[in-house]
């Protein structure tokens, strides 16, 4: 990319900023603006009320016997006053860019939360999707203030330097070339090695999270346990630095390069400098020059070295914060491809026929196996319905159809005869109360971790006990210290940790909570012991309330009370029927319950 195309690169990301930061803080967008042509226009009154006064001391010095200096306090006064206005103008600039500041990167932020929520399953499920993520996050929320600020101080430092090159031209018009020499190297040095520096951190990536994973593996209370009995804690310690280093060790070879060239650019810039400043200095002896000019420049020159090498930093970060604001942006910019109808047809109350797959395959985005293949299953309103197979036979990649978290790669399905994509997506999913096997440990309170379950109804909280008595929880959660109120986790103060099986009691009361059609569960007393889910289904139809219910277990003892069972092989439907239908058909169903009741008999030895 040539120079003139980096320079001018970063214009197209602040035309995408601008309304965000528009939205987010008009006023001290605004107020930023006036504040910056305000301390431009006191600092160069500064400079041009100096010159003056220096003008006006060395005539009062050529003259034998100077009685007035009303022009040189009058001048002094001038200064200080304009001095002390641009410092007033400076530190109310840098009020306006902190309050600015803060604002932009709460509504980044925001909209930052808003694209996560919306984002479709898939999108966290994808390693190359999450990296965009992970980009946007390492990128940050302060990095959109960070282009519009350093745009706002680039545009300052270039009057500023329009300014002062005027003035030196007044002067001698053969120290512009310097001038240029000083600047013009150290910029093109900077944009380079920023664009280096980019698409390095691009391509470390992976690493990064790599890195990340091993840090929260080493210092996470989840595996802590593990970690310590099989020892790994060391191992894993050894990979982390191992990762370390060697992104170490690749960031420093680009900023030892980078340091090698701004040294040579800066010391031929000083050099240049100097050789100026004694030509100028012989011109001022022998009366070409006025002693006012000798001053002007040497303010003026070395205030110009600044302000380029200022310029030259803040276009390098120009340009770096263009770089990574462009994959916050990139990230914004994803949209769910599972998205609201025009038209949305409203969600049947209450469902008549039920939900029915006709003719499913699906296949994750960007895989070539089929999950699932030619699936055709019905769940009617009141039935109980529960779906069996080996691990990895598509049983969880069903449920994330059936609530819509995916759409099927062929066939449909129907809420009471109509494809549920003519349905609106958030209307469509609240039929459902969910436990997935990986349900969720809030680290919130007893209450709020059963609240999150339907926490749009208005009267969630009176429902919360009944939730718990349902689910076999309320007799743990009565010995806690607080009770409904205990925090749970210990990821903040004061919280309590329950043990796996409280845990899972606690994920089905936020299911139980919920008033839905259909519930989901998805191994549900996996961590419960025999006595607890006895209790659970011993009534289980009265705990759901009679609705529709779809379980998942390897534990065939739990789906012998469904109406209807569905088994699954690798991805198809192998065998339905009731309990006693597959068992009497000696298939896989009959194979598995076989297996599991044989310990359970009486074997004669």
């Not at 002693?291 to 003026?300: K, M, Q, Y």
């Not at 009944?466 to 205990?486: C, E, H, Q």
Request: charged fraction near 20%; hydrophobic fraction near 45%.
């Amino acid at each position: 990319m040539s120079l003139f195309a980096t320079s001018l690169a970063p214009l197209a990301t602040l035309q995408r900023l601008l309304p965000l930061l528009w939205h987010s803080s008009r006023k001290w967008t605004l107020l930023g603006s006036l504040l910056m042509l305000l301390e431009v226009l006191f600092a160069l009154s500064v400079l041009y009320l100096l010159k003056q006064l220096v003008d006006v001391i060395t005539q009062q010095l050529g003259t034998e016997a100077p009685d007035n200096l009303t022009p040189v306090l009058g001048y002094v006064a001038a200064t200080a006053i304009a001095s002390l206005a641009y410092l007033a103008t400076r530190a109310m600039a840098a009020l306006a860019r902190e309050a600015q500041g803060l604002l932009v990167a709460d509504y980044i932020d925001g909209q930052i939360h808003a694209r996560a929520i919306a984002a479709d399953l898939a999108f966290y499920e994808s390693p190359r999707y999450f990296d965009t993520l992970q980009r946007a996050r390492e990128s940050g929320s302060q990095r959109p203030v960070q282009v519009v600020s350093n745009l706002l101080m680039l545009t300052k430092n270039t009057l500023m330097l329009a300014a002062v090159t005027v003035l030196i031209a007044t002067i001698d018009w053969r120290l512009l070339p310097v001038l240029l020499l000083a600047i013009i190297p150290g910029v093109m040095v900077r944009l380079v090695f920023t664009r280096h520096l980019h698409e390095w951190q691009h391509r470390r990536t992976q690493m990064e999270r790599r890195a990340s994973y091993l840090d929260w593996l080493i210092t996470s209370n989840l595996h802590a346990k593990e970690l310590r009995l099989n020892q790994l804690g060391e191992h894993l310690r050894q990979q982390y630095a191992e990762l370390r280093r060697k992104v170490r060790g690749e960031r420093l070879a680009i900023t030892r390069r980078r340091t090698r060239l701004e040294l040579l650019v800066g010391s031929l810039a000083t050099l240049a400098f100097f050789a100026a400043l004694g030509v100028l200095a012989w011109h001022t002896t022998t009366g070409r020059n006025s002693v006012g000019d000798l001053v002007l420049i040497l303010l003026i020159f070395q205030r110009a070295q600044s302000l380029g090498q200022e310029t030259i930093q803040l276009l390098g970060r120009l340009y770096e914060d263009h770089l990574y604001t462009g994959w916050l942006l990139a990230f914004l910019d994803i949209r769910p491809e599972i998205t609201e109808p025009e038209a949305p047809i409203p969600i049947p109350d209450p469902m008549r026929e039920g939900i029915r797959f006709e003719g499913v395959t699906f296949r994750y985005p960007g895989t070539k196996n089929a999950v699932l293949k030619d699936i055709d299953l019905s769940i009617r309103p009141g039935q109980v319905v529960a779906l069996v197979g080996a691990n990895g036979s598509g049983k969880t990649s069903l449920i994330k159809l059936l609530c819509r978290l995916y759409e099927p790669t062929e066939g449909r399905i129907t809420l009471d005869g109509i494809d549920i994509r003519y349905h609106g997506v958030e209307a469509y999913r609240r039929l459902f109360s969910v436990i997935f096997q990986d349900y969720a440990h809030y680290a919130a309170t007893v209450r709020d971790n059963i609240r999150f379950g339907d926490i749009h109804h208005p009267d969630t909280n009176d429902r919360i006990p009944a939730a718990a008595k349902n689910a076999g929880a309320a007799p743990f959660i009565n010995t806690l210290s607080r009770a409904y109120d205990t925090p749970l986790t210990r990821m903040f103060d004061d919280g309590e940790e329950l043990s796996i099986g409280q845990w899972q009691k606690i994920a089905l009361a936020r299911a139980f909570l919920h008033r839905s059609d259909v519930i989901i569960l998805d191994e549900p007393t996996s961590a419960l012991d025999p006595g607890a889910e006895f209790e659970l289904f011993e009534n289980f139809r009265e705990r759901i309330e009679h609705r529709a219910a779809l379980i998942i277990s390897h534990r065939l003892s739990t789906v012998r009370m469904a109406d209807y069972i569905y088994v699954l092989d690798r991805g198809e439907i192998c065998e339905t029927g009731t309990h006693a239908e597959l068992i009497e058909k000696r298939g896989m169903y009959w194979k598995l319950f076989s297996q599991q009741a044989y310990y359970y008999r009486e074997v004669d030895v």
